[in-house]
């Protein structure tokens, strides 16, 4: 069974920093791609950080380039985003997610993704 469990979130004012964590079990994460979506009260699920099997490959949404950082440490079966420069409207719960499939792209689109967190609530104070 695979589980994916973040950490990580909490309370931070704004310019500040976090870290999020995802660990994951149950499957093959050195084959899989892996990713950072996030969800504002009474918004949609949006792409924030994708990275590919290896960590060799990374892409961000436009919002979180230059401020986010995704990684992947396959020795240890987590994934990470740091986010620097946090501003209010990075307020949202994270979610971390895989594909099943071994090394097949990341991707930008949730659909896409086979497994999901619980996720974690960052908050940003202005």
């Known amino acids: 069974q695979v589980q994916l469990v973040e950490s990580g979130g909490g309370l931070v004012q704004a310019g500040g920093s976090l870290r999020l964590s995802c660990a994951a079990s149950?499957?093959?994460?050195?084959?899989?791609?892996m990713g950072w979506f996030r969800q504002a009260p009474g918004k949609e699920r949006d792409f924030v950080a994708a990275i590919n099997y290896s960590g060799a490959a990374t892409y961000y949404a436009d919002s979180a380039e230059g401020r986010f950082t995704i990684a992947k440490d396959n020795a240890k079966n987590t994934m990470y985003l740091q986010m620097n420069s946090l501003k209010p409207e990075d307020t949202a719960v994270y979610y971390c997610?895989?594909?099943?499939?071994?090394?097949?792209?990341?991707?930008?689109?949730?659909?896409?993704?086979?497994?999901w967190g619980q996720g974690t609530r960052v908050t940003v104070s202005s």
């Open positions: 997610a895989s594909r099943r499939s071994a090394y097949i792209s990341a991707s930008r689109a949730a659909a896409d993704y086979d497994y």
């Open positions: 149950g499957h093959t994460f050195s084959w899989s791609a």
